[in-house]
C-alpha cells in the first residue's frame, strides 16, 4: 500500500553514524569519546558524476595527509576530453568523503551545485551539509546553503542529487528527527533556482537504514524516485514523487527478501528507467544478505514502483557482487558492480529479459570498487576508484556501446 507523505512545517535533525570498529585505541587527532573512521589512504578517495547527454561534471576528492581538497572538470565530448580540472575554495571543511558517503554534483546546463558533509557533533564528527553553486559551468563558485534548510550541529549523510528535465534539482540524504537510532531516516528537498535556496525539506521515511547510500532518478519533469535501504526489514525501498517533491509516496519493498538483520551492510543499490513505445519501466540493482539468497538481484517493475518481480529476479555475479549502479537508454540496461577487488559488466537490450554474461573490465594489477553507470547520449561511461599497487587511490573510466559490446579503457 502505498503512503503518503506531505511535509512538516518544521524540520529537526539530529543524527549518529553507526562504529565501524570495536576498537578503543585512539586514532591520530581523534577527540575522547569520539570514534574516527579508518584512513582510506591518499589520491582519489570520492568521486560523483553528472551528465546531461555529453555534457558531464565530474567531482573529485583528494586526500593528501589529513587534507581533503574538492575538485570539478567538465567534458563536453562525453568524457573524450576534459576541460581544466577547478580546485573548489570550500567554505566549510570535508568531514568524511569516502565511497558510498560522497560529496556529491548535480547540473543544468550552465548551472552547477556541488554539496558535502561537515564537521558536527554526530558520531565520527560528521555534521550537516554545506553546498557551493556555480553558474558558469565550475569556473567560479559562491557559497551556498545548506539543502536541509536544518540548522542543527549533527550529520546528514549518504546523499544524492539529480535534476529533472525543467532543471529542478533534488537531493536525497540520510538523517534524523530526534536522539533516537530508531529515528534515522530518509530526508529530501528541491530547488527551483538552481541551488541558490532549498524548499519541501522533509522527512519522507523516519525509518530507514543509517548507512546506506541513496540514488536518485528523475525521468520526467517533476517526478522523482529515491532508491534507499529501509530499516527494520533491511530490504532496498523507493519514495516517489510526481509534484517537483511537494508531496512523496512509499511503494513497496524494491526485491522483497525479507532480510531481517540488527546492523547496518553499507551497501546502496542502482536505479533506471527504460521506454519503449510510449511505456515505461523502473529498473533496480539491489543487494541482500539474506541466508537464503545473498547477493545483487536485478528487480523490474512495470506499474511504477508499486510491485516488482521478486518471483523472478535475475542475479548479477556471484555472492560477493555488491556496490552496484544501473544506466539505461531506450530498452537497453548497463548493470556494473565489484566483486573480487574488479569492476564487472552484463548489459541487457531487451529491458531486461535477457542479460549478456558478466565481463571483467578493471585490470587485474589494480583493486577496484564502486562503479558509476552514466549514459552519454551516445555511449555509456562506467566510472570506479581503484587502489594502485603503491597504495594510491585513482579513478578510472570504460566505454561501452549503446548498441554493441564495443569498448574502450580511459
Known sequence: MNRRVTPPATLCL????????????????????????????????????????????????????????????????????????????????????RRGNEPQVVAHREHVVVHWSTHGESRFGAGPMASTVSHDAGRTWTPGQNPTGNKANTAQNFSDMTADPDGNFYVAWIGSHDEDLAGRGLGVSRS???????????????????????????????????????????????????????????????????????????????????QHRGEEQLHALVWTGHEKSPGLFWVRSTDGGNSWNERRPHRMGGELARHADLGSSGRTLVAAWDETRAIWLSTSHDEGTSWSEPHRVSTQDASASHPVVIH????????????????RLQWRSYVLGTHDETSSQR
Open 14 to 97: 539530529v543524527f549518529a553514524l553507526p562504529v565501524l570498529t570495536n576498537s578503543n585505541v585512539l586514532l591520530a587527532g581523534e577527540q575522547p569519546g569520539r570514534p574516527q573512521l579508518p584512513a582510506v589512504g591518499s589520491g582519489v578517495v570520492s568521486l560523483d558524476v553528472y551528465a546531461q547527454d555529453a555534457t558531464l561534471d565530474l567531482l573529485t576528492t583528494t586526500r593528501e595527509g589529513e587534507t581533503l581538497e574538492l575538485s570539478h572538470q567538465r567534458s563536453r565530448d562525453g568524457g573524450k576530453s576534459w576541460g581544466t580540472s577547478h580546485v573548489i575554495n570550500i567554505h566549510q571543511p570535508i568531514s568524511i568523503a
Open 192 to 274: 527551483t533556482d538552481f541551488g541558490e535556496t532549498w524548499e519541501f525539506s522533509q522527512l519522507v521515511d523516519t525509518s530507514s537504514c543509517a548507512c546506506c547510500w541513496n540514488k536518485m532518478i528523475a525521468p520526467r519533469p517533476g517526478q522523482v524516485h529515491v532508491l534507499y535501504r529501509d530499516h527494520n526489514i533491511r530490504d532496498m525501498a523507493l519514495a516517489s514523487t510526481n509534484d517537483t517533491g511537494e508531496h512523496w509516496e512509499l511503494t513497496s519493498p524494491v526485491g522483497e527478501f525479507n532480510w531481517e538483520f540488527p546492523g547496518c551492510p553499507h551497501v546502496g543499490g542502482g536505479i533506471a528507467v527504460t
Open 376 to 391: 552519454t547520449g551516445k555511449d555509456f561511461l562506467v566510472f570506479w576508484t581503484y587502489r594502485e599497487a603503491s597504495g
